[in-house]
């Protein structure tokens, strides 16, 4: 397995958008009553557009998660040329504390995701230790994430690793109000 960061590059984004973010969000959709993509739009191109705005930030950093078998080598082939299949994501923005706040800066978790195939082989841990090592490289004393309540299999994963609720979200449609 190598954990590659995305780099700011068309096609690279493209493929991590067909076959890692599009495939997350299928996944949620099914898991999260709440999570909804929108239908008259080409997700793949929307993504790839902001993704790529992304990239040139300093704080963010994206990580691509790459199954690379004894027979395929991917080193020093780019992202978007390698015949190795693509198994997980993870996001990661650099959140800095106001100087009125006494809490440390925080690396937040964007989105994290791995493939079904490889779900139960340490690939998430893996992913979230390649945020943390950012958050130590960046000086961030935090790593936060947000996770939807009722996604309970990420929940119960991300308790196991120790990350406590910090605050709770709360939200209602203005039509409701």
């Keep these: 397995m190598e954990i590659r960061r995305l780099p700011a590059e068309e096609d690279a984004v493209r493929r991590y958008a067909e076959e890692l973010w599009l495939p997350s969000h299928r996944d949620l959709e099914v898991a999260v009553e709440s999570h909804g993509?929108?239908?008259?739009?080409?997700?793949?191109?929307?993504?790839?557009?902001?993704?790529?705005?992304?990239l040139d930030s300093a704080?963010?950093?994206?990580?691509?998660?790459?199954?690379?078998g004894s027979d395929t080598a991917t080193d020093g082939v780019p992202l978007a040329?390698?015949?190795?299949?693509?198994v997980g994501f993870v996001t990661t923005d650099r959140n800095e504390?106001?100087?009125?706040?006494?809490?440390?800066?925080?690396l937040v978790i964007g989105d994290i995701y791995v493939r079904d195939s490889h779900r139960g082989t340490g690939l998430a841990h893996e992913l979230v230790d390649r945020a943390a090592r950012r958050?130590?490289?960046?000086?961030?004393?935090?790593?936060?994430?947000?996770?939807?309540?009722?996604?309970?299999?990420?929940?119960t994963f991300y308790e196991k690793l120790g990350?406590?609720?910090l605050r709770r979200r709360l939200r209602v449609d203005v039509e409701d109000l």
């Design 37 to 54: 993509l929108a239908e008259d739009v080409d997700l793949v191109a929307e993504e790839v557009a902001f993704r790529m705005d992304r």
């Design 59 to 68: 704080d963010y950093r994206a990580w691509v998660a790459i199954e690379s």
């Design 81 to 86: 040329e390698t015949d190795s299949e693509l």
């Design 97 to 106: 504390a106001p100087s009125v706040f006494d809490r440390p800066d925080r």
């Design 135 to 155: 958050a130590r490289e960046t000086d961030c004393g935090e790593l936060a994430l947000d996770v939807d309540v009722d996604n309970e299999c990420a929940v």
């Design 163 to 165: 990350f406590e609720p």
